[in-house]
Structures are given as structure tokens and as C-alpha cells.
């Protein structure tokens, strides 16, 4: 499992903190089962958030994604047909401008 970096550390304990005050002062709880409680719902609170802090993309782990990537936009290449096997009409031009059957 990788470490855990700066931010992460950060955002969790900070909504450890700030969760486990807040719930504390709106429940007004004073038995230490509900301070328990809420100690272990922040807790996992501040878990859940340092957990979903999104991780900077290392630049082993780019490398291969930016390889794939760039072989995808390659264009297909494709065959052309030359215009002499495909016609547009039976009737073709004549050197002098006028109009005739094509062929022999």
C-alpha cells in the first residue's frame, strides 16, 4: 500500500478534528459512550475523506497511459481506388469536346 502523502494526512485530521468538535458541541453529549461514539465516527470520517484526496499521477505510472493514448490517435490507413476501375459514366469526354460512347 503506498504511503499516505502530505494532503491526505492533512484533510483527514482536519476533519477529524473539526467532525469530532462539531458533533460533540451539537449532541451535547456528556457520557463517555457518546464521546466514544462520536470519537470513532470521526475517526472513519477522517479516514473516508483522506482516502478519497485524489493521489498525484507518478511519472512511472503516466508513461505506459501516454504510450496507449498516443498509438489510439493514430489514423487507420486506407486504400484508394483508383479513379480509372471505378467510371462516373459510361459516356467519356472526346479530345475534341464532344460527347461519345465509352470504349471500343
Not at 28 to 37: D, E, H, K, R, Y
Not at 74 to 90: D, F, I, L, N, W
Request: glycine share 8%.
Amino acid at each position: 500500500m503506498p504511503r499516505p502523502t502530505a494532503a491526505q494526512l492533512a484533510y483527514g485530521s482536519a476533519t477529524v478534528i473539526f467532525s469530532t468538535l462539531a458533533m460533540l458541541l451539537l449532541s451535547q453529549t456528556s457520557s463517555g459512550l457518546g464521546v466514544a461514539v462520536i470519537a470513532l465516527a470521526a475517526l472513519g470520517l477522517g479516514l473516508l475523506v483522506a482516502l478519497t484526496v485524489p493521489l498525484p499521477k507518478s511519472r512511472h505510472a503516466a508513461a505506459p497511459a501516454t504510450a496507449a493514448a498516443a498509438e489510439e490517435r493514430v489514423p487507420v490507413q486506407r486504400a484508394t481506388v483508383p479513379s480509372a476501375a471505378a467510371p462516373e459514366s459510361v459516356y467519356e469526354v472526346a479530345p475534341s469536346g464532344t460527347r461519345g460512347p465509352a470504349g471500343p
